[in-house]
């Protein structure tokens, strides 16, 4: 006689390990993200966004080569040329106010960006280590310059007291090192290996080599990125400009770029130069031309840096 042995209850599969059910997600009720009509959505939304940054930009662009019968027709605001010149561009650059502003302006720029990055990564890399001379001092008055900003008044007594009136140093001296970007410095230094700086020490490396030869090295990303920080400020600068320039040939570009844009004030025949019997172009196309010389060089050279950003900020902020 055979026996049957009982069955056994077939267990439930389980689920493997590290794998969680997907949960689907809607703004709209009824509807999933992969849906046809929420993607409809997402890109009609993304398409106004594109449109609301890039048709103000392309009308500007369009209105400083349009041809000054057709900006007269359009009242001012041209959004797409019919015959381009670019009798504006030659006018303000062939000389006179706004290409000594261009020159102004780069060359402010680039001494500024200079001298900011190498007194911010010496000033970060000697905070960043704990037994450098006047460590807690020096920090102390770092965070203190974040809460207490002097005003105008003590500032522009300051620059006067040093003579710095009507020079270029006055544009660059106040505001050449920004505590925030000293402390994110200090941040990502402070992050760096310990060993590795204590194994160059012990080879008998100096601190100016450590900072040099390993250091900087290592924090391309992060300098890169203050060193945008401080060029994009430069360039953006006027208000100093404004306190401490007295003469307008060394005028910076956005100084240039508020009197004569926002203010709405006329470029005189002496300040733009056009070949003799040549008519003047446009006050729009002048201004929108202006407002495009100022722009550019900056967005130029940010795809150069673009790469770092994200990596540059993100190092240092989270510990472990």
């Given at each position: 006689m055979t026996t049957m042995s009982p069955t056994r209850p077939s267990r439930p599969t389980r689920p493997t390990r590290g794998t969680k059910p997907r949960r689907s997600y809607s703004a709209v009720p009824g509807e999933s993200p992969g849906s046809p009509p929420w993607r409809v959505l997402k890109s009609l939304l993304l398409l106004v966004c594109v449109l609301l940054v890039v048709v103000p930009f392309l009308a500007i662009i369009s209105t400083s080569i349009a041809d000054p019968t057709q900006i007269t027709k359009a009242g001012g605001f041209v959004l797409w040329p019919d015959s381009p010149t670019f009798d504006s561009y030659t006018a303000l650059l062939s000389g006179g106010l706004v290409s000594q502003a261009m020159t102004v302006s780069v060359g402010v720029t680039v001494v500024g960006t200079g001298l900011s990055l190498v007194t911010s990564v010496m000033l970060a890399y000697g905070l960043s280590r704990p037994g450098s001379f006047g460590h807690k001092p020096v920090l102390m008055l770092l965070l203190m310059s974040l809460l207490f900003v002097p005003g105008v008044i003590p500032t522009y007594l300051m620059v006067k007291q040093?003579?710095?009136?009507?020079?270029?140093?006055?544009?660059?001296?106040?505001?050449?090192?920004?505590?925030?970007?000293?402390?994110?410095?200090?941040?990502?230094?402070?992050?760096?290996?310990?060993?590795?700086?204590?194994?160059?020490?012990?080879?008998?490396?100096?601190?100016?080599?450590?900072?040099?030869?390993?250091?900087?090295?290592?924090?391309?990303?992060?300098?890169?990125?203050?060193?945008?920080?401080?060029?994009?400020?430069?360039?953006?600068?006027?208000?100093?400009?404004?306190?401490?320039?007295?003469?307008?040939?060394?005028?910076?570009?956005?100084?240039?770029?508020?009197?004569?844009?926002?203010?709405?004030?006329?470029?005189?025949?002496?300040?733009?130069?056009?070949?003799?019997?040549?008519?003047?172009?446009?006050?729009?196309?002048?201004?929108?031309?202006?407002?495009?010389?100022?722009?550019?060089?900056?967005?130029?050279?940010?795809?150069?840096?673009?790469?770092?950003?994200?990596k540059g900020v993100m190092i240092g902020a989270v510990k472990g």
């Open positions: 040093l003579g710095l009136i009507n020079s270029y140093w006055s544009l660059i001296l106040p505001t050449m090192i920004n505590a925030f970007n000293v402390i994110v410095l200090r941040s990502f230094f402070m992050n760096l290996p310990r060993e590795l700086i204590d194994a160059a020490r012990i080879d008998g490396a100096s601190e100016w080599a450590i900072l040099t030869k390993i250091v900087i090295p290592l924090s391309k990303a992060s300098i890169g990125v203050i060193g945008l920080f401080y060029a994009v400020t430069y360039w953006n600068a006027f208000f100093n400009a404004l306190l401490f320039m007295n003469d307008a040939s060394k005028w910076p570009m956005q100084l240039v770029l508020r009197t004569y844009v926002v203010n709405n004030s006329t470029l005189s025949g002496g300040q733009i130069d056009v070949a003799a019997g040549a008519p003047v172009p446009p006050a729009q196309s002048l201004q929108a031309a202006i407002l495009v010389l100022s722009i550019v060089p900056i967005v130029l050279v940010y795809p150069f840096v673009q790469r770092h950003m994200n």
